[in-house]
C-alpha cells in the first residue's frame, strides 16, 4: 500500500510539475510565433517603404534628366542659333562697305543681340525665378495665378493667410509644385478655374489646390505620374505628405502639408 | 559505496546542481567588460545563486544547519529580481512594483519570524516570490506585445533571461509547494524531486548563460 501511495505522490507531482511547465512553454510559445509574425510584418513594411523611396528617387532623377535637356534643347535651339546668326550677321559688318546696308545689317545684329538677352534671361529665370527671390513665395504664386488669368484661358484665383518665414530651399520646392500643379491642369484636365490657398503657422505650411477639370480617374495612375512623384517627391524632402480629396470627380483636389524649414536632424544628416 | 543506494544517487544530483552555476558565472565574468547595464544586474542574480549554493554546499559538507541561508537568500533575490524588471518594464507604475515586492519580502519575513522558522525550509516565502516573478515576466510579455516595434529576441538578453524565470518558477512551483511534506515521504520521492529541481535548475542556468552571452541589442 506504502508503494502505491508513493508512486501515486509521485505521479501527482510529476504531474503537477510538468502541467505547469508546459503551461509556461505554452505562453513563450505564442510570445515567440507573435513575435515572429510582427517582425515578418515590419520587414514587409520597410520593403515596401524602400522600394516607395526608390521610385521617388527615380522620378527625382529623371525630373533632373528631363530639366537638363529642356535647357540645353533651350539654349542650343534658341540662344545658341541666334549668336550663330548674329556672328555672320558681324562677319558681313566687316566685308561691306555700303553704308546704308552697314546700318541695316548693325540693327539686325542688334535686335538678335537683344532677343537673345531676353531668351538667356528667360532660360535663367526658369532656373531661379526672380520673383520668388525677391518677394517670396506668396508673392510669386500670387504673379503665376495673375499671369495664367491674364491669358483669359483660365481663371486662377489664389487666397493666402499664411504668415510666417520660410527656409529658401523649401519656398523653391513649393514654387515648383505649384508650378507643376498649374502646369498640368493646363495640360490635361481642360479646367477652366483653378483655386488655390495656402494656410498654416510658423511650423508648418499647407496648401490647397482644387480645379474643375476632368480630375483623377484614377488615382494610382495619377500617383505613378512623373510629375505627382515629383511632387511627391519634394514634400517628402520638406517632411511633408500628400492627401487627395474626397470627391476627385469634378476635378482635381489636392492638399499638402509640409514643414516650414529643416528640422535640427535634417541639418545633422 | 553501492552505487545503487539512493543517497549516494541523491548526493550525486546535489553535487551537479550546485556546480551549474559555475556555468553563468564563468560567462559573465569572462565578458564582464563587454556586458550591458542589464546583463551586469543579471551577473549580480547569478552571483547571488553562486553564494547561496556555495554557503549551503560547504555547510552540508561540515554537517551545519544550512537553510537559514535560504531566508536570507530570498528577499535578496526579490531585491535583484526588482533591479532587473525595473530595467525593463517601463510602461508600469515603479510604485506600484515597488508596493508589490516590499509585500512580498515582508512576507518571507513574517513567514520566518512566525511560520517556518530558521531550521525549516522557507517554501512558502519561495513560492510567494515564484509567484511574483512568473507575475513579471508576464508583465514583460505583456509590455512586448504592446510595444509597436518588435525586437529580435535572439539577441535581447532580458527575453532569454525572462524565458528561463517563467519556465524555471512554473515549473519548480509545485514541488516548492509540496516540498516540506516530501522530506517525510519515501527517499524515492525525494530523490525524484531533487532531480527535478535540478532538471529545472539546468534550464534557467541555461537561459542565464545565453542572456549573459548575447550582445546587447542596442
Known amino acids: 500500500m506504502g508503494e502505491t501511495a508513493d508512486i501515486t505522490n509521485i505521479e501527482l507531482l510529476l ?37 516607395y523611396q526608390q521610385q521617388l528617387m527615380r522620378a527625382n532623377l529623371l525630373s533632373q534628366e ?40 548693325k540693327e539686325k545684329a542688334m535686335d538678335l543681340l537683344e532677343e537673345t538677352m531676353t531668351s538667356v534671361r528667360r532660360v535663367s529665370h526658369d532656373l531661379k525665378p526672380v520673383v520668388l527671390e525677391r518677394l517670396g513665395l506668396v508673392e510669386a504664386i500670387a504673379n503665376m495665378a495673375d499671369q495664367l488669368s491674364e491669358s483669359g484661358a483660365i481663371k486662377v484665383c ?33 479646367a477652366t478655374e483653378v483655386y488655390m490657398e495656402l494656410f498654416g503657422d510658423q511650423e508648418q505650411v499647407q496648401f490647397s489646390y482644387h480645379d474643375n477639370g476632368v480630375g483623377l480617374t ?52 | 559505496m553501492d552505487g545503487s543506494n ?16 559555475y556555468i553563468p558565472l564563468l560567462i559573465g565574468l569572462f565578458r564582464l ?54 530595467m525593463s518594464l517601463t510602461s508600469f507604475s515603479i510604485n506600484l512594483m515597488r508596493w508589490i515586492l516590499g509585500l512580498v519580502v515582508l512576507f518571507s519575513i513574517l513567514n520566518t519570524l512566525f511560520l517556518q522558522s530558521m531550521d525549516i525550509f522557507n517554501s512558502n516565502a519561495i513560492v510567494a516570490s515564484g509567484i511574483l516573478f512568473i507575475l513579471l515576466s508576464l508583465l514583460y510579455f505583456y509590455e ?18 525572462n524565458i528561463g524565470v517563467l519556465l524555471h518558477y512554473s515549473g519548480t512551483m509545485v514541488l516548492f509547494f509540496f516540498v516540506n511534506s516530501l522530506r517525510e515521504q519515501s527517499v524515492d520521492i ?29
Open chain 1, 66 to 105: 528631363k530639366e537638363r535637356n529642356r535647357i540645353g534643347k533651350d539654349l542650343h535651339d534658341g540662344v545658341g542659333a541666334m549668336l550663330s546668326t548674329s556672328k555672320l550677321y558681324f562677319r558681313h559688318l566687316e566685308q561691306d562697305g555700303n553704308p546704308e546696308k552697314f546700318q541695316e545689317l
Open chain 2, 33 to 86: 567588460k563587454k556586458l550591458s547595464p542589464l546583463q551586469v544586474r543579471i551577473l549580480v542574480i547569478v552571483g547571488l545563486s553562486f553564494l547561496n549554493d556555495t554557503l549551503t554546499y560547504v555547510l552540508r559538507i561540515r554537517v551545519e544547519p544550512n537553510l537559514w541561508v535560504y531566508h536570507v537568500f530570498v528577499p535578496v533575490l526579490i531585491w535583484a529580481m526588482y533591479r532587473v524588471y525595473v
Open chain 1, 158 to 190: 489664389f487666397k493666402n493667410s499664411w504668415r510666417g518665414q520660410m527656409d529658401k530651399e523649401y519656398e523653391l520646392n513649393w514654387f515648383r509644385i505649384v508650378q507643376e500643379l498649374l502646369n498640368n491642369t493646363i495640360k490635361h484636365s481642360g
Open chain 2, 190 to 218: 525525494m530523490l525524484a524531486s531533487w532531480v527535478l529541481n535540478m532538471v529545472f535548475t539546468g534550464v534557467l542556468i541555461g537561459f542565464y548563460s545565453t542572456a549573459l552571452w548575447v550582445k546587447q541589442q542596442t
Open chain 1, 15 to 51: 504531474a503537477g510539475m510538468l502541467g505547469m511547465f508546459l503551461l509556461a512553454l505554452g505562453v513563450v510559445f505564442f510570445f515567440l510565433a507573435y513575435q515572429r509574425r510582427i517582425i515578418k510584418q515590419q520587414k514587409e513594411h520597410q520593403a515596401k517603404e524602400a522600394e
Open chain 2, 144 to 161: 512586448l506585445i504592446g510595444q509597436k516595434k518588435a525586437q529580435d529576441y535572439r539577441i535581447t538578453p532580458m527575453m532569454w533571461f
Open chain 2, 6 to 21: 539512493p543517497f549516494i544517487k541523491l548526493e550525486v544530483w546535489l553535487k551537479v546542481s550546485y556546480f551549474l552555476i
Open chain 1, 218 to 269: 484614377n488615382k494610382s495612375t495619377a500617383k505613378a505620374g512623373l510629375g505627382m512623384q515629383n511632387i511627391v517627391s519634394r514634400l517628402s524632402l520638406m517632411q511633408g505628405e500628400l492627401r487627395y480629396g474626397e470627391n476627385q470627380e469634378n476635378g482635381i483636389s489636392l492638399t499638402m502639408k509640409a514643414a516650414t524649414g529643416p528640422t535640427n536632424n535634417d541639418r545633422e544628416e
